[in-house]
Every structure is written in structure tokens, then in C-alpha cells.
């Protein structure tokens, strides 16, 4: 079955009365098929187009996937098959990684040394959305993403990039340059946290398509925040932020692993959006240590 649309690649909405479009997306279980009928019909340019983008979307394959962007924060940001799609939540994360982001660029003013940029880094960056937010929202800073999957990062690259960013690959810090050792101001890192056993019961726009190592936590959801909270600490600045996404319910066990690597923490959440973050500080150098350079 094709479609015969009067207008490809037009924002102008089709009513939904009787469209043969929506009819099928709500019959695949597209909640907001009306929605999703218009995002389509505005990507393809022809109606063998439309009708292979809508075969995929029938299909089970993310909307984000078969557009080729997710919106994010107010951003477009590029994902293709095989990344992790941003979700609403993560807003939280990077909203609070701007606000110290934007705190930290006023203090670097304020000093009026000369001093390089604060640097934000994006960790386990995905598509590198919660960067390219906070690079978006405060100009002036310095921004590094990275993640262990090649394909994300070269995506990353693709949204970071405007913004004068970076991304690196490789596991966690050690696909940072090592100049940035003990100079990042914030990490922010939404690290996988769904326990393993519990992966089976995400919806299948999830578990069948997204990469498994983008979702997978170990047996209690916590196994990278563990390596994340334990190895920040030499990254970043004196009085620098590290903020994890979590859930609601793995927050004090986050929360926990904070202050086992020596950080104040505190849980924020934004019930509207379903998000949960915890926010650590590190603690300034003692003087005598602070003109010590880092290597």
C-alpha cells in the first residue's frame, strides 16, 4: 500500500479523519499516531518515501531512528539506528549541568585570569544531546563528550560539533585527553542503570533496537555509576560537579556511591518529566597542593 499525499516535505497537517496513515500507525500501538503521521509526512519527498518511512515506523523501529533526529531540549539532535535516543527525562540532567555550567563560567569572569574555560564533559554521551544542551544554553565553556561505542561517538560528533565540542571514544575517562585531568568543572554522565533483569520488560522500541550496552547496568542498574563515581574525582576541578542520571527508586543507592568516592550529594527530580539525577561536589585542594600542575 502507498499513499497519496497532495504535499511531501510540507508542515501543513492532514486530518486525521479518515487518513489511512494514522489508521494503521494506531493499529501498531502508535499512541500519538496523529503526531507521528505529520512528523513523517514532513520528512519524506515522495510517496514511496512516506510509505517506507511509515513500513519501518509499523514496523517497531523508533520514531527518532526513522526520522533520523529526536528533539531534545528544545535542540534537533541526529540519532541513526543503533544509538541511544535521548530521552525526555535526561532534560533534568543537562539542565542541572548548565546551571552549574553557567555558575562556573560567572566565577571564571569574575576571577579575570585569564584562565581557560570551564570544561563540561558529556560522559557516556550517546548521541552527545545532554552536551550539546548545556554547550547550547552557556557559551564559553569547553566541551568533551564520549562514550565507548564508535558509531555513538561519531554521532556525538555530528551534535557537539556547533558547539565547538569534542567526542572521543573509548571506556569511560579513559577516552579523555589527559590535559583535562583535574580541570572539568562538570561530568555529567547518564551511564547505563536497568538492572540486566529487568531489560526484558522494557518496551520493544527499546530492548529490540537499542544497543544493549546503552541500557545495561549489571544485576542492580549501579555497575557504571560505581566506575563513574570512583573514578571522577582525579578529573575534576577543585569544587568541580559530577551528576548521574538515575531512577527514583536507585537514587539513595547512587546517592550512597557518591559518598563512598568522597562526595557531598544531593537528589534532584523533576516528577513532570520522570527524571532523577544526584549532584556531588568535590572539595577544594588544600593550598598547598593547588599550584601543583596536572600532567
Known amino acids: ?57 509499523i514496523g517497531g523501529e523508533p520514531l527518532e531512528y526513522v526520522l533520523g533526529w529526536a528533539e531534545f531540549h528544545g535542540l534537533r539532535i541526529a540519532v541513526e539506528p543503533g544509538v541511544f535516543v535521548p530521552r525526555r527525562r535526561s532534560e533534568l540532567l543537562a539542565r542541572e549541568a548548565a546551571a552549574l555550567a553557567a555558575a562556573a563560567v560567572s566565577a571564571a569572569k569574575a576571577a579575570d585570569d585569564g584562565g581557560s574555560a570551564p570544561v563540561v564533559v558529556d560522559l557516556c554521551c550517546g548521541s552527545g544531546a545532554v552536551g550539546a544542551a548545556v554547550a547550547s544554553a552557556v557559551p564559553g565553556v569547553e566541551l568533551h563528550a564520549a562514550d565507548v561505542d564508535p558509531i555513538a561517538v561519531e554521532v556525538a560528533r555530528r551534535n557537539v560539533g556547533p ?44 530492548r529490540d533496537y537499542e544497543p544493549r550496552a546503552a541500557l545495561d547496568g549489571g544485576a542492580d542498574g549501579l555497575d557504571l555509576q560505581r566506575r563513574v563515581a570512583a573514578g571522577a574525582g582525579e578529573w575534576l576541578a577543585p569544587g568541580g560537579h559530577l551528576l548521574i542520571e538515575t531512577s527514583k527508586h536507585q537514587s539513595s543507592g547512587t546517592a550512597a556511591l557518591f559518598a563512598d568516592a568522597g562526595f557531598s550529594a544531593r537528589i534532584v527530580r523533576d516528577p513532570d518529566i520522570g527524571g532523577t539525577v544526584v549532584i556531588g561536589e568535590s572539595e577544594a585542594l588544600p593550598a598547598q597542593f593547588s599550584a601543583i600542575p596536572h600532567s
Open 163 to 206: 558547539f565547538g565540542g569534542q567526542a572521543h571514544a573509548g571506556d569511560l575517562f579513559a577516552a579523555l585527553p589527559r590535559s583535562l585531568r583535574g580541570r572539568v568543572s562538570v561530568i555529567a554522565a547518564n551511564a547505563p542503570y536497568v538492572p540486566s533483569s529487568a531489560i526484558a520488560f522494557m518496551p520493544p522500541e527499546a
Open 1 to 57: 500500500m502507498t499513499f497519496e499525499e497532495p504535499e511531501f516535505g510540507s508542515s501543513s497537517r492532514v486530518t486525521s479523519a479518515g487518513d489511512p496513515l494514522v489508521a494503521r500507525l494506531r493499529a501498531a500501538g502508535c499512541v500519538f499516531a496523529e503526531d507521528e503521521a505529520q512528523l513523517l509526512r514532513e520528512a519524506a519527498r515522495s510517496g514511496p518515501i512516506l510509505e517506507a518511512l511509515a513500513e519501518r515506523r
